[in-house]
């Protein structure tokens, strides 16, 4: 397992030492390795579309109103894990587990709200610009960048989804890592709101329209062809219905 350092430990860690490379927690390989923990969480595989949230920003009690009722075991714990303040050595594994999961939880949440302030958005910004979120599958859109959503501010609702801000749709993350992300982690407003605060970076709107054709006939047009047919073909139909019944009577 990594080992993360705490500020305790170390009030001047050697920056090699705390940027050290680690490729995938899920490969259990054993690492001296120390870190602070939003490093860390960062660079797990899967972690890409969160961005790090200033530790001021999670040290103001304020911003963190109403959280503790989110995450009801160990919030303070967690807490004090994500800002590298909580002495591990006295955990069981068990326990020590159980806080890692509230403290990834917990940072969701706090991102979720970091991400619509200046600063988180200036962040998000530069990774959209970066296209860290991937780039829109239509192709009309020209390898427009996506920026992550949610689809309810609710947590443990609906997993986040990409938005297209040219053709304004939403799309599923690619990778099995991305898509199992909690949508409430971004929220609903962000990639909106990012735009109102640099409009300049909306893309132009897409007007541009796949259309179907076969063999070079547009098929809009065969379909209203085949519809006047139908309607011609109704008509006689009805017209010799009439002459009979006229002509029996
Ligand atoms: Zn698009």
Redesign the pocket.
């Known amino acids: 397992m990594l080992k993360r350092i705490s500020k305790q430990q170390s009030k001047h860690p050697n920056s090699s030492t705390k940027r050290a490379k680690m490729d995938d927690m899920s490969s259990g390989t054993e690492s001296d390795y120390a870190k602070y923990w939003i490093d860390w969480f960062l660079e797990i595989k899967g972690n890409e579309y969160f961005c790090e949230v200033d530790e001021d920003y999670i040290l103001d009690r304020f911003n963190l109103t109403g959280l503790s009722q989110e995450v009801p075991q160990f919030y303070a714990e967690a807490l004090d894990m994500i800002t590298d303040n909580l002495d591990e050595e006295a955990l069981t594994d068990k326990v020590r587990e159980q806080i890692e999961k509230a403290a990834r939880h917990l940072y969701g949440l706090i991102h979720a709200r970091f991400v619509i302030t200046t600063r988180g958005l200036a962040k998000m910004l530069d990774k959209y610009k970066k296209a860290d979120f991937g780039r ?1 599958p ?1 192709v009309l ?1 020209h390898q ?1 960048a996506l920026l992550p959503v949610g689809l309810s501010d609710i947590p443990l609702t609906k997993t986040v989804k990409l938005y ?1 801000p ?2 304004e ?1 939403i799309y599923n993350p690619k990778s099995s890592r991305h898509a199992a992300i909690d949508g409430a982690y971004f929220g609903t407003s962000f990639p909106h709101m990012l735009f109102q605060v640099h409009p300049s970076y909306m893309p132009p709107k ?1 007007f541009e329209r796949y259309e179907p054709r076969i063999f070079g006939f547009k098929i809009h047009a065969i379909a209203e062809q085949h519809r006047w047919q139908d309607r011609a073909r109704q008509e006689f139909n009805d017209k010799l219905k009439d002459d009979d019944e006229k002509d029996q009577a």
Do not use: A, G, L, V
């Open positions: 829109c239509r859109c427009q297209c040219r053709c749709d897409s």
